[in-house]
């Protein structure tokens, strides 16, 4: 069976770079990572508060924020050994994939499948 290495929440922002700095301000935040496409919205961020990692983005790409929605959209995020045999046990466990895991411009592998719930879950691997 494939590890699963890490569990995140990945959360749907209107303003990344304002939730970074305010994450940083209310939580002692500290950023390890931002990816922006290119023009220059947030296409995944990563802080660490305290010991655990709370990923970002900004809204778009058919993900939308809770001020623009009313709702708390959250993307389950994890970081797995396999992305494809992930993807192919949930899509045959019953997900829907959303985005086909493949390779990503910044690196690794990474996809996204709906659960029957209707939670979406992010799948990545590290290649690099």
Do not use: C
Not at 28 to 40: F, L, N, P, Q
Not at 68 to 89: C, F, H, N
Not at 107 to 118: K, L, Q, S, Y
């Amino acid at each position: 069976m494939t590890e699963i290495q890490n569990l995140y929440p990945k959360l749907v922002v209107a303003d990344a770079a304002a939730a970074i700095d305010f994450y940083r301000s209310a939580f002692g935040a500290r950023e390890t990572a931002r990816y922006t496409d290119d023009g220059g919205s947030v296409v995944h961020a990563e802080v660490t508060i305290g010991t655990f990692t709370v990923a970002l983005k900004d809204e778009g790409y058919g993900d939308t924020a809770p001020t623009s929605t009313g709702g708390p959209p959250v993307i389950m995020a994890l970081d797995v050994s396999d992305a494809d045999a992930i993807e192919a046990a949930a899509t045959n466990a019953g997900a829907v994939v959303v985005h086909r895991v493949r390779d990503q411009p910044h690196g690794g592998r990474a996809g996204r499948i709906a659960d029957p719930f209707g939670h979406q879950w992010m799948i990545s691997q590290r290649t690099e």
